[in-house]
């Protein structure tokens, strides 16, 4: 598999880990952040990725390095207005303990302007681009995403959104080819009253009336909900045991983006999406995984349409070899 896909990653945070495996703490530095994240799984499944940040302040002379020893293709605004965020977590215990959290400060209109040309430029050169979020709302405008969507759909570009709130409101304006959002999203937007599934399918037919071709929305611990072409499906999976329950989402958008911009279809992309954030969450470290068991667990990946009883739901080469009229 491989693919070239564009990742704007805004605001990307350094994330600082205390650990201790063994008889001795241990410190992690890495770079983070949802888009980060994302291409990390992206290259992982085989794909090339041209990153398209923003780095100011300390935090983001300590971000570049890291971001580049990654693998990435790194394109960066330098930011002169403000400092990039990060966070310190303690898992000697064995959970997660955040210590600090700092979001960093919102992009000026200069800094906004310089990587919307940026990513735009890049954006149009690959068939997929994937349009990451902020790590705040408050950082970065809802209307530089329309106008992303906007743009990169007009030009025969496949856009990719794991976006809420006005963010995702502002893309669906424009239209986008794959948007991922989890339940919890959709009920603090006041787009679902609740997790039934009834409450979630309407949710999602409302999005892509309004601009995404295709949804997929996430549920935690039950099987994710996808609407292709129109119909309605579970994505069934075995379950595994979590190491660390976060990052399952990006890793399901990385891998839909991956297959995707390596031509595959998009039934095949979302299996893959689902099995990469399976195997995500069984790892310490977000958007990681290996290809080849990743490739492993995507045939035990189902896609059952919605509503069917078990003794009714078909196998998953009868759903591949399905053809559904638009």
Same mark, same amino acid.
């Given at each position: 598999?491989s693919g070239?896909v564009m990742v704007?990653?805004?605001?990307?945070?350094?994330t600082?880990?205390?650990?201790?495996?063994?008889?001795?703490?241990e410190?992690h530095?890495?770079?983070?952040?949802?888009g980060?994240?994302?291409?990390?799984?992206?290259?992982?499944?085989?794909?090339e990725?041209?990153?398209?940040?923003?780095?100011?302040g300390?935090i983001g002379?300590v971000l570049?390095?890291?971001?580049?020893?990654?693998?990435?293709?790194l394109k960066v605004v330098?930011?002169d207005s403000?400092?990039?965020?990060?966070?310190?977590h303690?898992?000697?215990e064995?959970?997660?303990q955040e210590?600090?959290?700092?979001p960093?400060?919102p992009l000026s209109?200069?800094?906004?302007?310089e990587?919307y040309?940026?990513?735009?430029?890049?954006?149009?050169?690959?068939p997929v681009s994937?349009l990451?979020?902020?790590?705040?709302?408050?950082?970065?405008?809802?209307?530089?995403?329309? +106008?992303? *969507?906007a743009d990169?759909?007009a030009n !025969?570009?496949?856009? &990719?959104v794991?976006?809420? @709130?006005?963010?995702? /409101?502002a893309?669906?304006?424009?239209?986008?080819?794959?948007?991922k959002v989890s339940h919890?999203e959709l009920i603090r937007?006041?787009r679902?009253?609740?997790?039934d599934e009834?409450?979630?399918s309407?949710?999602?037919?409302d999005?892509?009336a309004a601009?995404?071709?295709s949804v997929?929305v996430?549920r935690?611990?039950?099987?994710a909900?996808?609407?292709v072409?129109?119909?309605?499906?579970?994505?069934e999976?075995p379950?595994?045991q979590a190491?660390?329950? +976060?990052? *399952?989402g990006?890793s399901?958008t990385? !891998?839909v983006?991956? &297959?995707?911009?390596?031509? @595959?279809d998009l039934? /095949?992309?979302?299996?893959?999406?689902?099995?990469?954030?399976?195997?995500n969450?069984?790892?310490?470290g977000?958007?990681?995984?290996?290809s080849d068991?990743?490739?492993g667990?995507?045939?035990?990946?189902?896609l059952?349409p919605a509503?069917?009883r078990p003794?009714?739901r078909?196998?998953?080469?009868?759903?591949a070899d399905?053809v559904?009229?638009?």
């Amino acid at each position: 598999m491989s693919g070239h896909v564009m990742v704007f990653a805004p605001t990307p945070l350094l994330t600082v880990t205390v650990d201790q495996p063994t008889g001795q703490p241990e410190i992690h530095l890495h770079p983070g952040g949802q888009g980060v994240w994302q291409a990390r799984m992206i290259m992982s499944l085989g794909g090339e990725v041209v990153l398209c940040t923003a780095l100011g302040g300390e935090i983001g002379q300590v971000l570049e390095p890291l971001l580049v020893s990654e693998g990435v293709d790194l394109k960066v605004v330098v930011r002169d207005s403000g400092g990039s965020g990060g966070y310190v977590h303690d898992r000697r215990e064995g959970s997660r303990q955040e210590i600090v959290d700092v979001p960093g400060q919102p992009l000026s209109r200069h800094e906004l302007d310089e990587l919307y040309n940026l990513a735009l430029g890049e954006g149009l050169r690959a068939p997929v681009s994937v349009l990451s979020g902020p790590n705040d709302p408050a950082l970065v405008p809802p209307d530089l995403y329309r +106008r992303f *969507a906007a743009d990169l759909g007009a030009n !025969g570009g496949r856009v &990719v959104v794991d976006l809420s @709130g006005e963010h995702l /409101t502002a893309v669906l304006d424009s239209g986008v080819f794959f948007l991922k959002v989890s339940h919890e999203e959709l009920i603090r937007d006041g787009r679902a009253a609740d997790d039934d599934e009834e409450q979630l399918s309407r949710a999602m037919y409302d999005m892509h009336a309004a601009g995404a071709e295709s949804v997929v929305v996430s549920r935690a611990d039950r099987p994710a909900l996808a609407l292709v072409d129109g119909e309605l499906f579970e994505v069934e999976m075995p379950r595994l045991q979590a190491a660390d329950p +976060r990052g *399952a989402g990006d890793s399901m958008t990385a !891998g839909v983006a991956a &297959v995707v911009a390596g031509g @595959g279809d998009l039934r /095949t992309a979302i299996r893959t999406g689902a099995a990469a954030g399976a195997l995500n969450v069984t790892r310490h470290g977000l958007g990681t995984g290996r290809s080849d068991s990743i490739a492993g667990l995507v045939d035990r990946v189902r896609l059952v349409p919605a509503g069917t009883r078990p003794q009714e739901r078909t196998t998953p080469d009868e759903l591949a070899d399905r053809v559904i009229e638009r």
